[in-house]
């Protein structure tokens, strides 16, 4: 009965809301006294504290932090767990010659995926571990490693018990390779990104340069240097994420080029409140927005172009716009172009921050874009100052 109460809450606990959990947590005086209050209780926080190790997915360190929590889960006198190449852990009872030939143990679910119950040899009348439960671990329908929980007895509970464990666990795996799936995705999206931007920017600029070379020497080293910043803060290759004051610090660089470009044509008004300026943002999330702005507000039109960039103070949230009073577009061919379904010639991706905006903190969050043809284009967005995987490092 033990075996069923704990492999019954760990099948139920993926679906337990974070909230849900941190009640039962912080209140653990309220549950109870009963026996079965005691064991719920118990079994959440042990797997709770197995969790952390395993987002990280299958890795030595990973295994080793995890398995004395999973092996509390099991009751069992030893536990091992297995990638398909090697023996990632052996924890508890039995290290001194049962671990040798753990990974042997996990040999055959390694090849074919189906439960083993093993007999083991062992000549030490003292020894606790008679048997062992060897159950596969899986990501994607694929067998990726195996845990294998020892005990006297091999009971149908403790056979039922590994099963839910290693679901359990498989669970978590999966958790941890869709966090991967998402930081190859956006790795991919920002260098999409700056494939976008770089071609057009890095010619007008280098063509502006040159120009102050025999003219004015000074103003083209010190241009030259604002695009040396520009393009290392551009192609930097680390972290998702990067605070508000750092992406203004690059607008203003690509700014002072552009400047240097179509002078008294370009009028710039920044309006930033100070509270924001630590909030965490997605790498590049504002430049193309910035680079659209000067393109459509200014490239295609005769005369002075404006563009206003507001960043303010929204309580839980802070809220981002610029906005240009260039030629505008026709509303239903943004909404194409934010679907991805036009990509439109010489383009700075617009759907890819709308799309990056949405994956990291959910569709209410994307791009809002007031324009019209011959109205200007005025682009929103709002961000959370705080959100759950989301930090500037």
Known sequence: MEYVVGSAVVAALVGVPAIVLWRVLRGRRELGTSPAE??????????????????????????????RHLRALLNSPALAI??????????????????E???????????????????????????????????????????????IAYSQSASAGLVRAAQEVAGWVDSQLELAELDRSRTRLMEAE????????SPHFIYNSLTTIASFVRTDPERARELLLEFADFTRYSFRRHGEFTTLAEELRSIDRYLILERARFGDQLQVTLRIAPEVLPVAVPFLCLQPLVENAVRHGLE????????????????????????????????????????????PAGGVGLANVDERLR?????????????????????????????????AR
Do not use: W
């Open 300 to 343: 295609s039109r005769n005369g002075v172009g404006r563009i206003t960039i507001v960043a303010e103070d929204a309580g839980a949230e802070c809220r981002i716009s610029v906005e240009d009073d260039g030629l505008g577009m026709d509303p239903d061919r943004l909404r194409l172009i934010l679907a991805g379904e036009i990509v």
């Open 101 to 147: 030939r753990a990974f042997e143990h996990a040999a055959e679910t390694l090849e074919d995926g189906r439960i083993q119950v093993l007999t083991l040899d062992c000549d030490l009348l003292e020894c606790p571990i008679r048997q062992a439960v060897v159950v596969p671990l899986t990501t994607d329908d694929r067998v990726v490693g195996a845990l």
């Open 190 to 197: 920002v260098r999409a990104l700056r494939a976008q931007i």
């Open 38 to 67: 005691r064991a719920t209780f118990e079994t959440l926080h042990t797997a709770s504290l197995a969790a952390p190790p395993l987002r990280a997915g299958l890795t030595e360190d990973g295994a080793e932090r995890a398995s």
């Open 82 to 99: 297995a990638d398909a190449e090697r023996l990632l852990v052996y924890d508890g009872e039995g290290d001194d010659h049962h671990a």
């Open 359 to 391: 994956q990291v903190y959910g569709d209410e969050y994307g791009l809002v874009v007031e324009t019209g043809e011959g109205a200007g284009t005025k682009v929103n967005i709002r961000l959370p100052k705080y959100h759950p995987g989301v930090s």
